[in-house]
């Protein structure tokens, strides 16, 4: 079986590991940081990734670390008036085989690296800086004095926003700053328990800001998230801290029960959203990308990580299929996924773009909208991304064909020093 690499070891990374040895894979995970410890907010889960999760066999520990919310109520920026409520909870499940699951994003983490840890092998401190396809195998060198070789048959850039990976087989291509800054607040259940309802996830919408608090941990803790669009900032980092007080100056005259939220987080994390233009090729020979390093998106959707873990899955079952030509099972992995996400990426900016409507015609015909949503959409304005199934995608998308066997001559890399490698062109759509 192919000997797969994964550069970082974050929600994609640690979910295609789990996939991949599921599968019968040897799987090394090659993780910058230099210890385990995560730090972060809130995380959502919409039932198409926690499906994919389940049959990974991590159903159980899923619904005993994280929440599942009852309903989601999408209220005025002002006022907190009802606009839009789904119902949610227990119901969830028979129609999209899975709940939505909200997590403190460390417990997430911790649950998935807890398992990859059982079936593969993941180094820390071990910063990769170069990718070399030969032809016949692969490798990655790590950054430090040594400048350490590992040998792959594959090597799956997992690593994020920021991606090395990407950027070697890509080229200038950078990240791109949203134009939103969001804040991410933690509260303990004993301060907030008279302000938010249990169960219930809350939106607030309103012009270039929106608010969201949810349960975690099974109910013992409270997210509270601010998005501020044109914020003077544009920092890109999960674990940079400040002061609840310095959101509250965006939001004069919003919902007080929403700026009391707020005031009593224990915790408040600040980071720019940064997307990724989508790419036309994903694949390179025997080098791929997954998750934000292949199409990271805006959160309004509450999707990025959930595309990710679709990725893992995806990823794992071409492979699976086509072990002796990698080059075309990459290619058929890439096929699966291109589309989706980025349609994800469309619809993500477009729910940004909703959200933010100032009051006027439009917030208004938005508004509308919703009051009348639940007709066609009786799970709410994401039901269509929850009905999504990979799995279905896999079966119905076509086999790929066998890939030119003058791949596998075992060309040797010329240059540690970045990617090289055969197919190191691509555009960005
Ligand atoms: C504010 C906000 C809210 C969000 N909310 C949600 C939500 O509710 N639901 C949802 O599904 N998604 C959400 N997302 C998106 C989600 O967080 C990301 O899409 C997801 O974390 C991406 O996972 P990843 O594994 O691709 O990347 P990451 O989690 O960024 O992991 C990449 C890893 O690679 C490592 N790495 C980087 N470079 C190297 C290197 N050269 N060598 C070795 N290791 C390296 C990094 O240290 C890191 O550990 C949100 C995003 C934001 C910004």
Redesign the pocket.
């Known amino acids: 079986m192919p000997r797969v690499v994964i550069?970082?070891?974050?929600?994609?990374?640690?979910?295609a590991t789990i996939a991949l040895a599921q599968r019968g894979f040897e799987v090394e995970v090659?993780?910058?940081?230099p210890s385990a410890c995560?730090i972060g907010?809130?995380?959502?889960?919409?039932p198409n990734?926690v499906r994919l999760l389940d049959e990974l066999g991590l159903k159980e520990v899923l619904r005993q670390t994280g929440a599942i919310p009852r309903a989601v109520d999408l209220v005025r920026w002002d006022d907190g008036r009802l606009l839009h409520r789904t119902e949610l909870g227990a119901s969830m499940e028979p129609h999209f085989s899975a709940p939505q699951l909200?997590f403190f994003?460390p417990e997430l983490h911790e649950v998935l690296l807890a398992r990859a840890e059982q079936v593969a092998s993941i180094r820390f401190g071990?910063?990769?800086?170069a990718v070399a396809d030969e032809g016949r195998t692969c490798h990655v060198v790590?950054?430090g004095t040594d400048r350490e070789r590992v040998e792959a048959t594959v090597v799956v850039g997992?690593?994020?926003?920021?991606?090395?990976?990407r950027q070697l087989l890509v080229g200038k291509d950078q990240p791109v700053f949203s134009g939103t800054v969001?804040y991410?607040g933690i509260a303990d259940r004993r301060d907030v328990a008279d302000l938010h309802p249990a169960g219930v996830n809350c939106y607030w919408l309103g012009p270039n800001r929106h608010g969201v608090s949810y349960w975690l941990s099974g109910g013992e803790r409270l997210a509270v998230?601010c998005?501020v669009r044109d914020a003077a900032w544009s920092q890109e980092s999960?674990t940079l801290q400040t002061a609840p007080t310095e959101v509250l100056g965006y939001l004069e005259g919003w919902h007080e029960p929403f700026l009391e939220r707020i005031r009593r987080c224990t915790l408040m994390l600040r980071?720019a959203?940064?997307v990724r233009q989508p790419l036309a090729q994903w694949s390179f020979g025997r080098v791929t990308l997954?998750?934000?390093?292949?199409h990271?998106?805006?959160?309004f959707e509450?999707?990025?990580?959930?595309?990710?873990?679709e990725d893992a899955y995806a990823l794992a079952a071409c492979l699976a299929e086509g072990p002796d030509d990698v080059r075309a099972a990459l290619q058929r992995y890439a096929a699966v996924r291109i589309e989706r996400t980025r349609e994800l990426q469309d619809s993500s900016r477009a729910a940004a773009e909703a959200f933010y409507l100032p009051d006027g015609e439009e917030q208004r015909r938005r508004d509308a909208e919703y009051a009348v949503l639940h007709r066609r959409q009786p799970w709410g304005p994401r039901q269509p991304l929850w009905e999504y199934d990979v799995r279905a995608a896999l079966r119905s998308a076509p086999r790929a064909a066998h890939g030119d066997a003058s791949h596998d001559t075992g060309s040797s890399a010329s240059d540690d020093l970045g990617y090289s490698g055969r197919s190191a062109s691509a555009s960005v759509l």
């Open positions: 550069v970082g070891a974050g929600i994609g990374g640690l979910s090659l993780e910058q940081r995560e907010a809130s995380l959502s889960l919409g990734a909200d994003r071990a910063r990769v800086v790590l950054g997992a690593d994020g926003v920021s991606s090395t990976v969001v991410r998230t998005a999960w980071s959203v940064y997954l998750g934000d390093a292949a990271a998106m805006q959160p509450a999707q990025g990580a959930a595309q990710a873990v």
